[in-house]
């Protein structure tokens, strides 16, 4: 079966990481510490009501299942997330609890539980300098969270707005803008009134300004921050651009607007996205296939459009649930799916083919 | 042939197999087997039944426990047989929402009550 598309790249299966025994929903790569010699880790959260750290072996490269974080989510663990500084990890729950794990050298221990949400917690994200958690779920809510010292944790705004199940939170990786997607079909942004905790949804993407006709489930922003990339139930992958200078001189909302609409690539659910480092686009979907999509150079008169790259067919047994590049290794991927197990992969340009200009 | 593994689930409301009722008939169910792809129609006794997401998550479970795991399945109520069938059906095809509901021990007995007479 002919996967890829373009015939310059590879995605090469390093290893399957099994160990859960239920579907893995989602994935978190441990910041990249920033000194030599640090081994990857990654955490990884279950319908079996665990969450697992694995830890690459420097000697042999293999991941190992270092840690399971049990007995304490009473329910399944939807999504996880680490602090900016690798020193927490925040896990959230349909048991509607958020845990805070503090990871002591390999040894964790929950430190702190936030309540508050009704039901099913689905998102949890830590703004860019650690000093902000959002959390959202099933209540239709989306509520803000202060980091205060001693483990403690202060709500400072619990926002309505979306009409619906709220299915992934994301801070934007250098302003305090919150984006929250939904069952609701919308994108919100939520911003703070100059310092006042006065948090408030300052635009809506919805279908009547090119947004999504269907459940948004998840969305990636690139490492500038300029742009963001939605997917969603309605077969598509959209790509959203703001004025990021005007957003980061704190003159005023600079709003997104649509740039592209990727379709007729998925057809069923993309559950996950995640713009890597260096500017491509994964998707992982209910069709067990992971593509791989990057800014097309060839045609700038209409302004940016993307292409598809490669496509994986078959990349796990059923559905896949997350998609996330390495925060340490530009090439490394990891994928984890209802057949209960996580893939890391390499995706490289294949050595001695053309390149096509 | 998938019919049998769910003309015997039994309605929640009323003490008649969903085949009885006319809920599921033979047309109801399309297969792919190639591209290991389910599709099944159902039809709610009355427009506004307000079990029309438990009988869609009786199906669905049933199929999931008879079908390989490759298999996708999607569950709709036949349209124009429901006051809202785009919510129905939009919450029997959110695999999270799905996961959720089964996570309520309520429901696992009531949809465990309506699988128990077709497993026999």
């Known amino acids: 079966m002919k996967n890829s598309v373009d015939e310059n790249f590879e995605l090469n299966e390093v290893q399957t990481l099994e160990g859960h025994t239920d579907r893995v929903w989602s994935l978190a790569w441990k910041p990249a510490p920033g000194i030599d010699g640090v081994p990857a880790v990654l955490a990884s959260c279950s319908g079996d009501r665990t969450v697992r750290i694995w830890e690459q072996s420097p000697a042999t490269g293999c991941f190992q299942c270092k840690a399971v974080l049990e007995d304490t989510h009473t329910r399944t663990v939807r999504s996880c997330a680490w602090s900016p500084s690798g020193k927490f990890l925040a896990t959230s729950s349909f048991d509607a609890t958020t845990a805070i794990w503090e990871d002591a050298g390999g040894d964790f221990s929950c430190v702190a539980t936030l309540e508050g949400h009704e039901n099913e917690v689905k998102s949890v994200s830590w703004n860019a300098s650690g000093s902000l958690l959002a959390t959202c779920g099933r209540d239709k809510s989306v509520w803000i969270w202060e980091v205060l010292p001693h483990n403690e944790f202060e709500c400072v705004s619990v926002l309505q707005g979306h009409t619906q199940d709220v299915k992934m939170v994301q801070w934007h990786p250098s302003v305090n803008i919150l984006i929250s997607c939904s069952y609701d079909n919308s994108i919100k942004v939520w911003a703070e009134d100059g310092d006042s905790d006065d948090w408030h949804c300052v635009q809506t993407l919805n279908q009547s300004n090119s947004g999504h006709t269907s459940t948004v489930w998840a969305l990636s922003f690139n490492a500038s921050g300029d742009k963001m990339v939605t997917c969603s139930d309605d077969l598509t992958i959209k790509i959203w651009g703001c004025d990021i200078i005007r957003m980061q001189s704190g003159d005023g909302y600079a709003p997104w607007m649509h740039i592209s609409t990727l379709s007729g690539y998925h057809d069923r659910t993309i559950f996950s996205i995640h713009w890597s480092r260096e500017g491509i686009i994964c998707s992982g979907a209910a069709d067990d296939a992971i593509r791989f999509f990057t800014e097309s150079k060839d045609d700038l008169v209409d302004g940016p459009s993307y292409k598809l790259i490669y496509k994986k067919e078959k990349a796990h047994e059923m559905d896949i649930n997350a998609v996330q590049w390495s925060s340490m290794e530009n090439n490394r991927l990891a994928s984890a799916s209802d057949d209960g197990t996580i893939k890391i992969w390499e995706f490289i340009s294949a050595p001695g083919k053309k390149m096509h200009l | ?120």
């Open chain 2, 1 to 120: 042939m998938l019919l049998q593994h769910i003309r015997d689930i039994k309605d929640p409301e009323h003490p008649y197999s969903l085949e009885e009722l006319k809920v599921i008939t033979e047309d109801a169910i399309e297969v792919d087997d190639k591209r290991s792809y389910v599709r099944v129609t159902f039809t709610p006794t009355v427009e506004h039944c307000s079990m029309a997401t438990v009988i869609g998550l009786c199906l669905r479970i049933k199929l999931m426990r008879s079908l390989p795991p490759r298999y996708k399945v999607d569950i709709r109520v036949a349209p124009g047989s429901h006051a809202s069938e785009a919510s129905v059906n939009k919450q029997l095809n959110d695999k999270e929402r799905v996961a959720a509901a089964l996570e309520n021990p309520n429901l696992v007995d009531m949809v465990d009550e309506c699988l128990a007479p077709s497993l026999l």
